[in-house]
């Protein structure tokens, strides 16, 4: 046995995790998505074999299994094995159909077809990307880009929005892991992860606004109320959506957790009286959150610790996210909803969550309106009463190094605002920053998913300045990452040409030397320094 895994900021001692992985997957957990991976490897070769005839259901479960790889999403093994089947029926059945064979059964895989796959796959992890360590880094970065495009265009999926070009950059991307290539070769490639990245972002984007409506300005109630509740954490804004649906008229109330927060800046949702607040803060923090809430909690995707037995038996997942024990919301059929009456009829039975805080959180500042907004920003700009925004976009983490963001929202200059999506917003979305001529000094666009809309902000003020080049606007680029759908949003911003980013708290350790001196020397990536020291050289664009 044993495991090696590099993928989030977190992982033992900044060289791997080993033995049992930081997030909480033990050594076979880890084993069984290596394979699965492999095997999603296999489904790609074999679909490149097709030339250009993909189906969408092949690049559909392509995200689906490489969501379920992603940190944190699931630790379940039966679950993974599941996935492992499915993705190998699907390679099965695109080489018979080359020879005109029946399509294997998936049900059915035993024996001599089973073990040969095992024996090959049972070595398999990130250092069988290449034995050249450099290659194996760029490779990594392929990897891990593509699986959180692949989350975020799983998202779009379940809302019925697809970009079959991104499908076929799967086939592409994930091919190319088991090749043979140059490092020009792999640096162009994870490029052009970055550009497909920036498309799927958009593609999520579009879905997102054109079901439930542009994100509005919205104060968020952070208190609790009398009702029993149900939190649901995660991303996925159709689960919301269904939840939402089946609590109308129970007394039940309904929370978000975490990375669900921006839920409430979506018109949609806001017909909906009993949808009353968010409940605590960043996902690390959630074993001691749910512990309090006391009602039903479920998790919607990715984002879930180790799960305490304080509230083991009133927790749920769905969709890609997995956990031993917990009850599992089924996929809904097609044309209809999930069944959520489980968590609605236990909610009824449970008290009212422990109120954590009472107070107010500001949000809903996607690129549709902040463009509303263009003209005030655009005067304050010029005015000088705005000299510098700076992008603390991101993840966030339990590490204590992680006060480093909190500490430069404090001590950045009153003439500065704040642009942030995801997670790392909880580092200091409840401070007490005031605003700029009625501009709030913490713009928050939504999920991390979101930072397309920080980009689309960017560039719409590169045009309205009449500037060449995007790294002339005061903007700067303090970025959280923790795991893959981070590494995913920085290529997005390399591939739009964004410079000088400063990254942490520490940079990704499957950066090699020599892979991190190139993009320090080609895009100005940097690690986060001191408070004083960033504050400083950020105001002066440096």
């Known amino acids: 046995m044993g495991m090696s895994c590099n993928q989030c900021q977190e992982s033992i001692h900044g060289t ?18 290596d394979v699965l991976v492999y095997a999603i490897e296999g489904l790609a070769l074999a679909a490149e074999k097709h030339e250009g005839s993909l189906s969408r259901r092949v690049g559909q ?82 990897l891990y880009g593509i699986k959180g495009l692949a989350a975020y265009t799983d998202h779009a999926a379940v809302l019925g929005y697809h970009d079959d070009d991104i499908y076929a950059f799967y086939v592409k991307g994930l091919a190319a892991l088991t090749k043979e290539l140059s490092a020009d070769d792999l640096t162009g490639l994870v490029l052009e992860t970055g550009g497909v990245a920036v498309k799927a972002m958009a593609l999520l984007d579009k879905a997102n606004t054109t079901t439930y409506g542009q994100p509005e300005i919205t104060t968020v109630k952070t208190g609790a109320g009398k009702n029993p509740g149900i939190l649901i954490s995660g991303h996925d804004l159709r689960d919301m959506e269904e ?80 956990y031993p024990g917990l009850k599992h919301i089924p996929a809904r059929a097609d044309g209809g909803e999930k069944d959520f009456s489980v968590l609605v009829n236990l909610a009824k039975t449970c008290q009212a969550p422990k109120e954590l805080e009472n107070g107010t959180i500001v949000g809903g500042f996607a690129h549709n309106q902040v463009l509303a907004l263009a003209d005030k920003v655009v005067d304050a700009v010029k005015s000088g009463a705005i000299k510098r925004f700076v992008v603390m976009a991101g993840c966030d983490g339990r590490h204590s190094s992680r006060q480093y963001y909190t500490d430069v929202a404090a ?132």
Request: with cysteine; glycine share 8%.
């Open 411 to 542: 001590a950045l200059p009153s003439d500065t605002v704040i642009l942030t999506a995801g997670c790392a917003k909880y580092r200091y979305n409840k401070l007490e920053l005031g605003d700029i001529g009625g501009i709030p000094r913490v713009l928050d666009a939504g999920q991390c998913n979101d930072s397309y809309s920080l980009a689309v902000i960017a560039l719409k003020l590169q045009e309205v300045f009449a500037l060449d080049n995007i790294n002339d606007l005061p903007i700067s680029f303090d970025i959280a990452w923790y795991e893959q759908k981070a590494v995913t949003v920085l290529l997005a911003l390399l591939y739009l040409g964004v410079k000088g980013i400063r990254l942490g708290p520490t940079l990704p350790e499957f950066l090699t030397p020599n892979v991190a001196a190139v993009l320090v020397e080609k895009f100005g990536i940097m690690p986060i320094g001191t408070v004083d020291a960033d504050i400083e050289a950020m105001m002066v664009g440096a």
């Open 16 to 33: 791997g995790c080993t033995v049992r992985g930081v997030c909480g997957k033990d050594e076979l957990v880890a084993q069984l998505q």
């Open 61 to 142: 479960l392509i995200s689906e299994s490489l969501f379920v790889t992603v940190t944190n999403t699931n630790f379940d093994e039966d679950a993974i094995v599941a996935q492992i089947r499915k993705t190998l029926a699907m390679r099965d059945e695109l080489n018979a159909s080359l020879l005109n064979l029946p399509p294997h059964d998936a049900a059915h895989w035993t024996g001599s077809a089973q073990e040969d796959f095992l024996s090959k796959a049972a070595s398999v992890s990130i250092k069988s990307l290449s034995e050249n360590e450099d290659l194996r880094s760029l490779k990594s970065l392929v």
């Open 243 to 322: 939840l939402l649906k089946q609590t109308v008229g129970t007394g039940v109330d309904v929370y978000t957790h975490c990375e669900m927060l921006p839920a409430h800046y979506y018109p949609a949702f806001k017909k909906y009286a009993h949808f009353v607040g968010n409940y605590g803060g960043a996902w690390w923090s959630q074993d001691k959150e749910f512990d309090t809430f006391n009602g039903p909690i479920l998790m919607t995707t990715n984002c879930i610790v180790p799960v305490r037995e304080a509230y083991r038996n009133r927790m749920f997942t769905t969709g890609m996210a997995g």
